[in-house]
């Protein structure tokens, strides 16, 4: 059984991963929390792949005094030798007396944990913690599938319209919604919009305010025909930004101009046709394993027809758009009636309205 | 300065007005809760117009412990002689210290309560409660304007279609979503659809579970050129309900046939089109104060583009639509781009997400 207490500091421990949320990349954030005689004694998070775990910077900070401590961790400390050694044991050579951590490893080679620690006469809890879960979601899906976890961003008016007045969209949403859209980009390893939206609001794309990631930022362009123009925003050097164009080979002669500009990417069926599957199996080759795609309908309507969407983030204005100035925000060709979405998350965002979900799931979480 | 006590005992008045809606057009929802020494020593609510006020049956249920007790009414007492005597003299003469209300009342006819309370020495305060307005929202606007008040409710996907297969529409949102809008035909005084609806999907409209209202119930259809067949269920006599068809004056001679079934409103412009705000009009002067508008896209976009929509109730359903099967729920004809919403509601409803908010206005209710 968990107490108050351990829910309060199994939180804390998700709120130091997340410090490591745009770093930690190709591996997940996590965060730890030392605690003996009710009172924190080490504290610890995940900087970046190659870097001390979690449990190891908080065990560093407690020193002495992890001995007989609980250890809460975001995630099932890892039971194997990759670039670090095993966190269970140094948590049990160290003298931890107990472990809660928030969920379990979906790593099949770093699982294991709660079964050594226990082994190891350490009492080992699962919490099933809906939040540590969340932390982990990029990382569980691009782990368990051949292709990055995409998370679709839309901002809408009420009735689901776009305005795309002049050539050009405006913002619908307010301050707090666009710095929830600069948090996603930060938390993902990739942003990918439509080649139309490219031509039409010419978004730079970038990750503002700069933020020193340790993992390169990539700006994805899904190109189905024509190359974008090579003046765009997109294509303009970033430090420690790179721009991705995916596009079908069958077109490759009119992507060459593009091509000192950007790393173009080959990915289309027997056709020729660009083939969104094989695009992102080309990005997570690439190591690309979270992406945030920011539409538009064209693109949101492909992937969302093709099941390849995980999670959806829905911004909703105040606003009610018809009439010849509006746009779907779901491109209306492709045949979608999907029903399979479950919001976790919907609240107010500033004047906004913001629903969250991703794809109905069995699982076993339960707590918040 | 009001005490958490004060607001404890504020919102009961208020929850006590509820038990009114649906009775008590064209009066507002009123309730009273009279505490003394702590303890409540009367409750009371309008149970309809021509019955007591809430104060006044508050008062009869206190007895003589009402002397020296506070009074706490959602709405102010009102200070006019209409079917009723004005509540600002009973309570001065049955002995109460103290009034706070939720709210000024927005009639000029009954207002001045909290004036002549203090010239009798009671200490009157307005709460200014976000709750309390919102009860009487519906009644505010109905008597500051020529027509009711009109609340839209949609039920759309994520991204704003509504599904339209097979010619009928199928239900997106889940039972809770469905028991809110049960919840809000009871509260108006009629339910609008645009002929559209009713010839495709054909619904019934009703009150359900049956409500013994006090006030008869109005199902409304808007019928901009055609009259719908005559065998829909909308047309179907029911107990307590009556049918009213709001028809361009230029085609009466269609519409004749509906007349044995359903009650004819002609309403329209110098050019013999249906008039939306001339159908507003009329509704108002049938006693009608307050509409449920549930679309279709086409009724909706209309009174949107007219400015007529004081509230918006908009359901989510967990789902996106699009393609041949998918359409708009606000028609797309209407140029429409209106920002003047303000969400002041946004909660997770069963599955679905719900979305609720009226035109940006400036008024002075802070407190909730």
Redesign the interface.
């Known amino acids: 059984m968990l107490s108050e207490d351990d829910l309060h500091y199994l939180r804390r421990a998700c709120a130091l991963a997340r410090h490591g949320l745009g770093d930690v990349s190709p591996n997940p954030p996590v965060g730890a929390v030392l605690v003996r005689g009710g009172e924190i004694v080490g504290e610890g998070w995940h900087r970046g792949a190659g870097l001390a775990h979690a449990e190891v910077e908080a065990l560093a900070a407690a020193g002495g005094q992890a001995r007989g401590a609980t250890a809460y961790v975001s995630l099932e400390p890892c039971n194997h030798q990759g670039r670090t050694g095993p966190c269970t044991r140094e948590l049990a050579e160290r003298g931890v007396a107990r472990v809660v951590f928030g969920v379990r490893d979906p790593n099949a080679r770093a699982a294991g944990g709660a079964e050594y620690l226990r082994s190891a006469g350490i009492e080992a809890t699962d919490a099933q913690m809906r939040e540590a879960r969340r932390l982990i979601e990029a990382f569980a899906v691009a782990a368990a599938t051949d292709r990055p976890y995409v998370a679709l961003k839309?901002a809408?008016?009420?009735?689901?319209?776009i305005?795309a007045?002049g050539g050009m969209r405006r913002w619908l949403t307010g301050e707090e919604a666009r710095a929830l859209v600069r948090s996603l980009r930060i938390e993902h390893d990739a942003v990918m919009v439509g080649a139309g939206t490219v031509r039409v609001d010419d978004p730079q794309l970038t990750v503002r305010p700069a933020h020193a990631r340790r993992v390169p930022y990539r700006r994805i362009v899904v190109c189905e025909r024509e190359p974008i123009p090579l003046d765009r925003r997109v294509l303009r050097r970033e430090s420690n930004v790179e721009t991705v164009i995916l596009a079908p080979r069958g077109r490759a002669e009119t992507f060459r101009a593009l091509e000192p500009l950007a790393r173009v990417v080959y990915a289309d069926d027997e056709r020729g046709r660009l083939d969104l599957g094989a695009a992102l199996r080309a990005l997570k080759a690439m190591g690309i394993r979270s992406v945030l795609c920011e539409g538009g309908p064209t693109l949101a309507?492909g992937l969302?027809?093709r099941g390849l969407v995980d999670r959806?983030h829905?911004l909703?204005?105040?606003?009610?758009?018809?009439?010849?100035?509006?746009a779907?925000?779901?491109?209306?060709?492709?045949?979608?009636?999907?029903?399979g979405?479950?919001?976790d998350e919907?609240?107010?965002l500033g004047?906004?309205?913001?629903?969250s979900?991703r794809l109905q799931t069995e699982d076993g979480c339960s707590r918040d």
């Open positions: 839309m809408t008016a009420v009735n689901g319209a305005a007045r309507a969302l027809a959806l829905w909703i204005a105040p606003v009610v758009i018809a009439g010849a100035g509006a779907s925000s779901v491109g209306g060709d492709e045949e979608l009636d999907f029903g979405w479950h919001f919907v609240r107010a004047a906004d309205a913001y629903l979900g």
